[in-house]
C-alpha cells in the first residue's frame, strides 16, 4: 500500500507529498518533507528505509532525524553538493540557510536496484530540475517522481543546477516506462495513461525553449 502525506513549509503556502510504502514488515518513505516521528505514529511500523528524489529544502527537511535512526537513505551521489549549499538546496530561498549533515546515505545511480518489503525499487536518474534527481519505480507498479514530473506539469528550471536538456531527457525517458500509479512531489496522484498526453506537451515546450536560447 501507498500513502502520501502532505506537509506544509513556507508558512503553508507551499504543500510537499512525503510518500510511505507499508507492508505487515514495515515501512519505507520516499522523501523527508515529513518527520519520522509521525510516520512512526501514523503507522505503527518500523521505518526501514529513505529514498530521496532530489535534496531541495522541502525533500529533505527532516533528513537529518531519519538519519539517527540509523538506517539506509538512498540518494544520488549529487546530493552532497546540495546537502552542503544552502543555495543549491533552496533553504536560502524558500527558509532559513541550512547545511544539512547525513552520514547513513546509501548513493544509488540510473539502473540501481534495491530489494526492499520483498519487492525491487528500481533507481532512475532523471537529473533537469536539480543534478541529483532520482526517480523511484517500485514493483513496476509505482513510480515516485519527485520535482521530476507532476500530474499536469513539470519541474521547474530556473533553480539552482536545473538544466533544461537533462530535464528533456530524462523526461523522454519516463515516458518509456510503464507503470499504473505516479507518485508525485507535488499535488495529486497521476498515471501511466495521463502521462502519455503530459510529458510529450511539456517535451515539446521545453524544446521550443532550447531552439530560442
Not at 518527520?35 to 531541495?56: C, D, M, Q, R, W
Not at 535512526?69 to 549529487?78: G, K, M, Q, V, W
Request: contains cysteine; negative net charge.
Amino acid at each position: 500500500m501507498v500513502e502520501s502525506i502532505k506537509t506544509f513549509w513556507k508558512s503553508n503556502e507551499l504543500k510537499q507529498n512525503t510518500h510511505v510504502i507499508t507492508t505487515n514488515d514495515g515501512c519505507i518513505v520516499i522523501d523527508a518533507g515529513c518527520p519520522p516521528s509521525e510516520i512512526e505514529e501514523k503507522f505503527n511500523l518500523p521505518i526501514l528505509a529513505v529514498f530521496i528524489t532530489h535534496g531541495h529544502y522541502d525533500h529533505i527537511k527532516h533528513i537529518e532525524e531519519y538519519d539517527k535512526l540509523n538506517i539506509p537513505i538512498y540518494a544520488n551521489e549529487n546530493i552532497v553538493k546540495l546537502l552542503n549549499s544552502p543555495a543549491l538546496n533552496t533553504s536560502e530561498i524558500f527558509a532559513s540557510p541550512k547545511k544539512y549533515k547525513v552520514k547513513n546515505l546509501k548513493f544509488v545511480s540510473d539502473g540501481d536496484e534495491v530489494y526492499v518489503l520483498g519487492k525491487v525499487m528500481k533507481c532512475l536518474y532523471t537529473p533537469g530540475h536539480t543534478i541529483d534527481g532520482m526517480c523511484y519505480l517500485y514493483d513496476d507498479k509505482y513510480l515516485f517522481s519527485g520535482d521530476t514530473l507532476f500530474s499536469v506539469a513539470v519541474g521547474r528550471v530556473d533553480l539552482p543546477t536545473a538544466n533544461v536538456d537533462e530535464m528533456v531527457d530524462s523526461l523522454n525517458k519516463l515516458n518509456t516506462l510503464d507503470y499504473q500509479k505516479l507518485f508525485t512531489g507535488h499535488g495529486r496522484v497521476s498515471s501511466k495513461e495521463e502521462q502519455n498526453t503530459n510529458i510529450p506537451y511539456f517535451v515539446n515546450i521545453l524544446k521550443t525553449e532550447i531552439k530560442r536560447s
